[in-house]
Structures are given as C-alpha cells and as structure tokens.
C-alpha cells in the first residue's frame, strides 16, 4: 500500500509540447490549482507542485492562491483554503526535487504520466507494486 503522505505531485508548464511539436511553457489555469489542489487533499498527498518558468505566471497563481489563503476567500470557504495550504509555486523541476529531498531526506523518485504511448512505459498495477 502506498503511504500516500509521502507522495507529492506537481504539473510542469515547462517543458511541454505545443500542437507543432515545439517546446513550450503553457498557461497556469484556475481548474489547475483549484482542482489539483483539493485532489492533494482528498487522496492525503503530501503537496502538490505548480511548476513553470514565467514569473508573470507564478505571480499570477501566488495572487489566485492568496484569495483563499489570506484574502476574502479564506473565511468563505476553509476547506479550499485548506487545500490551497499543500500548493507551492515553483520555478521548475530541479527546484521541486531539491525541496522535497531536504524535507523528506531522501531522493525524489520521479514517475512521469502522459496522454502520449512513449518508451519505457508501465502500466498502473506495475506501479502500484
């Protein structure tokens, strides 16, 4: 059984590929942090990383995040502010593991998903084992 407490998850907006084949960073969204967020919450994951390189995007999210952290939002619904407590906004992919390393003591094991077929791919059952 996997301790999910231990896990953590983050959606990268860089690198990914435009419909042309082209590495891009692509737009944070409101169902983004909202929904991913609760998710971290319901399945009792550890935190939930929103990964991009754009400043205009990481301060666009931190403003979104602080309507229910700190601001109107956080009176009007606790359990989304509660879910928005698991989120940070990060700058990429090394900066995540390096956060979780220092907190959990230990190498970040990553597993990457994808709506694609690519090499060296496993199914769910192969994982969970």
Not at 65 to 75: I, T
Request: proline content about 2%.
């Amino acid at each position: 059984m996997i301790e999910t407490e231990q896990v953590y998850i983050a959606l990268l907006h860089h690198p990914v590929y435009n419909k042309s084949g082209e590495v891009v960073a692509s737009a944070i969204t409101n169902l983004d942090l909202h929904d991913l967020a609760r998710m971290t919450v319901t399945f009792g994951l550890k935190r939930y990383y929103v990964v991009t390189p754009l400043e205009l995007q990481r301060k666009l999210a931190q403003r979104l995040m602080m309507h229910w952290l700190s601001g109107p939002g956080a009176d009007y619904n606790w359990t989304r502010n509660e879910a928005f407590q698991r989120v940070r906004i990060i700058e990429d992919l090394e900066a995540v593991k390096k956060e979780i390393s220092a907190e959990s003591k230990a190498a970040a094991r990553l597993i990457a998903t994808s709506a694609r077929g690519v090499g060296n791919q496993i199914s769910f059952s192969e994982l969970k084992k």
